[in-house]
């Protein structure tokens, strides 16, 4: 908690403009950026090894390549990850750190490695390669607990689907011009807001890491998420700002006998 804190700080003013905070949490791709590109880290120094192990001189210039590689790969990789990490809290936040260390720790023994490599001291950028792909692999361990386990990153909005059917939520004459409500539909949580005489719905459940977002703020056609300010689009669900990935459903309204109706999207 002591290391966490003060770099979780350096970190939320690093990723304050919205394009780095969106590119960074995988906003244009639609889902989180980190574990993709763990996969490049990754799978060069895996494949280094194996080249080191079975592959024989001819595959030595390939092998030191892919070091070299990895550890390029590892700065956008690590970035990413601290931005995901910066929204954490308690738990998840402590493995997080551990999470790093053991991936940092496998950056330093890789570099160490393409230095003896460099220096023509295969056998100790053998050694020292295989060392920091043990650590690589305590990290990787680390960071499917964190996601799998724990759900850091997981949409929670995966299996909210809303009622098929018109359902009634509300009385249209207690959503006045410029108000929202959380109402329930057929169990769902629903954010209603009215604007321009259009009356939209959202989720009221954050995708990101399930904040409520009626206890928001409105603005410009969007809805802010108090917890780590995601910001949606009332008109689609769409994401302006990260570090949502996963869009808000949406759904279907209609007012019949002084009722606000909704109903999943078609």
Known sequence: DAISGPVIKVVARAV??????????GTPVGHPLHPLL?????????????????????????????????????????????????????????????????????????????????????????????VGLGALMAGGYLGGHLAFVKGVNVSRVAHEEGPDEWTPVLADAELGEGEHRKVD?????????????????????CSHMGGPLDEGTFADGCVTCPWHGSMFRMTDGSIYRGPASTEQPTYDTRVTDGQIEVRAAS
């Open 16 to 25: 304050q403009p919205r394009l780095v905070r969106n590119v960074a949490s």
């Open 185 to 205: 539909a057929g169990g769902t949580s629903v954010l209603l807001h009215r604007s321009g005489g259009r009356i939209l719905a959202l989720n009221n459940i």
């Open 38 to 130: 763990t996969d490049l880290p990754i799978g060069a120094w895996t494949m280094a090894t194996v080249l080191d192990l079975i592959g024989g001189k001819a595959s030595a210039p390939a092998a030191d390549l892919l070091v070299k590689v990895g550890i390029v790969a590892t700065v956008p990789t690590a970035l990413s990850g601290l931005n995901d990490w910066s929204d954490t809290y308690g738990p998840e936040t402590r493995i997080g750190v551990a999470h790093a260390a053991m991936v940092h720790a496998a950056l330093g023994l890789y570099v160490a490695s393409a230095v003896s490599r460099s220096r023509g001291n295969r056998t100790k950028g053998k050694v020292v390669g295989l």
